[in-house]
């Protein structure tokens, strides 16, 4: 599988209320809990709250805090994370929560308006505003008070995840297994295919993997933002590539030829004579490939002085013969005025 040595990470984004309670708590397990503990209490919460077999108020949210529990405490890492640091070791602060207590207070600003109708949508009258202002349906509140038509179609909430992925997968595209859990509670796969130059930040949507509709409506869709892991030598800006090459003074002064890295392979880069420190040479279309545009590599030079148990006495004395020649690159500076001289 590609990508293979990519971290996923699964628990949900989407929250309702703010602040969060112990996952151990919420699958009413004690901390010292086995690994076939933690399965049997998540399989049988999940049954019993799943919102196609719990019609209940709340079953929606009750289930994604038991599924935010679940992928915490079955991963090892994660668990010790969580044991050591509490939510913060996991994940960060719930999104739009600025502390507790009376509307505005941050329970509802991420909840978009399809979604809020998906959650209140029947208390109004089903699908609301047909064919005239205000909510219909509710005794008074802009549709009469006649009786109340039936729901119609709604689409099930959409879910959040986060997916880490390798810095190559995100480079040349591949295809990442994510396990999700059915609607028995027992786990299932999904292989979503990652496109080649995909950003960290990105989105993915997978549609229909999401709570399930309501009164014949689609199933909502699973979103998934992309998070992208770092490479030990390049640094990636869009579709460009950039990376440090050591050069020697020699090189620097007379110029060169010098192989560089690739994400596949090598490429030669020519160095002109007399160039500085922290020059970047540019090597087009050498950087990220997506569809049909490609990114450059940039090559970041770093002059690279010798030791002094690298320099003889012949080469002492010529390194100093050359230095009593060039001018003083200080003079070129914007403080050289300030520099007093004796």
């Not at 609301?128 to 008074?140: D, L």
């Not at 030829?257 to 500085?276: D, M, Q």
Request: aromatic share 6%; net charge negative.
């Amino acid at each position: 599988m590609a990508g293979a040595n990519c971290t996923l990470t699964k628990e949900p984004y989407t929250r309702l209320m703010a602040g969060q309670r112990d996952h151990y708590e919420v699958l009413g397990i004690p901390r010292g809990a086995s690994e076939d503990e933690i399965k049997s209490a998540h399989r049988r919460l999940a049954r019993e709250h799943h919102p196609d077999l719990n019609k209940s108020e709340g079953a929606a949210d009750r289930f994604n805090e038991i599924q935010s529990a679940y992928d915490v405490l079955s991963d090892p890492e994660k668990r010790k994370r969580y044991d050591r640091y509490g939510h913060a070791g996991v994940e960060g602060p719930p999104p739009g929560a600025t502390g507790a207590g009376g509307p505005g207070a941050g329970a509802w600003q991420d909840i978009s308006p399809d979604d809020f109708e998906s959650i209140f949508g029947e208390a109004f009258g089903g699908r609301a505003r047909r064919g005239g202002g205000g909510f219909s349906g509710f005794g008074g509140f802009g549709g009469g008070g006649g009786p109340s038509p039936s729901p119609g179609p709604m689409k099930g909430r959409d879910l959040e995840h986060d997916l880490e992925i390798g810095f190559a997968t995100a480079a040349f595209g591949g295809t990442e297994r994510l396990r999700l859990s059915g609607i028995d509670g027992e786990p299932t796969e999904l292989d979503v295919k990652i496109p080649a130059g995909i950003n960290d930040g990105a989105t993915l949507r997978i549609r229909g993997k999401g709570l399930p509709g309501r009164s014949g409506g689609p199933d909502g869709d699973l979103l998934l933002q992309i998070r992208v892991g770092r490479h030990p030598w390049f640094v990636r800006d869009g579709l460009d590539l950039e990376v440090v090459v050591p050069i020697t003074i020699a090189e620097a002064a007379l110029g060169a030829e010098v192989p560089v890295p690739l994400l596949k392979g090598t490429a030669s880069l020519k160095i002109p004579a007399g160039v500085r420190s922290g020059s970047k040479l540019r090597l087009r279309d050498r950087g990220i490939n997506a569809a049909d545009r490609s990114g450059d590599l940039y090559a970041v030079l770093e002059i690279v002085a010798p030791t002094a148990d690298e320099v003889n006495d012949e080469d002492r004395a010529a390194i100093e013969s050359l230095g009593q020649r060039l001018p003083d690159p200080r003079l070129e500076t914007p403080w050289a005025a300030e520099i007093k001289t004796d």
